[in-house]
């Protein structure tokens, strides 16, 4: 396997639509997300548990959904939040160099530099327009398929699936042979 190296370049956009698309991929958010909503509503049911069948059901209904509803806007909030504080940190917007090698994950920003062991990398995802790698941490890279050729991304999805335990990537049109 040979390495595969190439720059990006992160916009805001690319920074919210990573960080809401890690979130919404982790199973405690939607464990918290579906899990407390029906812990509210069975508390809402329990404590008008002597009105009838079809209150309760309305009820629960009811509770269910409101939070449901709450719960979103939390998580919108917290995303649009963790996206500001990310953005606004020094060397941003600035372009980073990726080497993606049989070591590990190697990265070159104008705040600093280092290459991280393929073991402490323990998911990788790809959207319609980013690449996004999990830590073990819970620390992400985000990176835009934007400008990466059709040779390059095929080098990067071979490299996070021979490498990267819990990957889910798109396939290409048609791969290139290797």
Same mark, same amino acid.
């Given at each position: 396997m040979s390495a595969?190296?190439?720059?990006?370049?992160?916009? *805001?956009g690319d920074i919210l639509k990573g960080i809401a698309a890690n979130t919404l991929r982790s199973?405690?958010?939607l464990a918290w997300y579906v899990g407390g909503s029906a812990?509210?509503?069975? =508390? %809402? $049911?329990?404590?008008?548990? +002597?009105e009838s069948a079809q209150a309760l059901v309305l009820i629960g209904l009811l509770a269910f959904a409101a939070m449901l509803a #709450? +719960?979103?806007l =939390? #998580? %919108?909030f917290c $995303? #649009?939040?963790a996206a500001r504080k990310t953005w606004a940190l020094p060397g941003a917007s600035d372009p980073v160099t990726y080497t993606l090698s049989k070591e590990g994950l190697g990265v070159l920003a104008s705040t600093g530099h280092g290459l991280t062991a393929w073991a402490t990398w323990k998911a990788a995802f790809e959207s319609a327009s980013l690449i996004v790698i999990r830590h073990q941490l819970n620390l992400i890279h985000i990176i835009p398929k934007r400008g990466m050729t059709d040779d390059t991304l095929h080098k990067? *999805?071979?490299v996070l699936r %021979?490498? $990267?335990k819990n990957v889910r990537l798109q396939p290409a049109a048609v791969e290139p042979a290797p």
């Open positions: 595969v190296s190439f720059e990006v370049t992160r916009t *805001r199973p405690g958010t812990v509210v509503a069975g =508390i %809402a $049911v329990w404590v008008n548990r +002597y #709450l +719960y979103t =939390i #998580l %919108a $995303v #649009l939040l990067v *999805r071979s %021979a490498n $990267v």
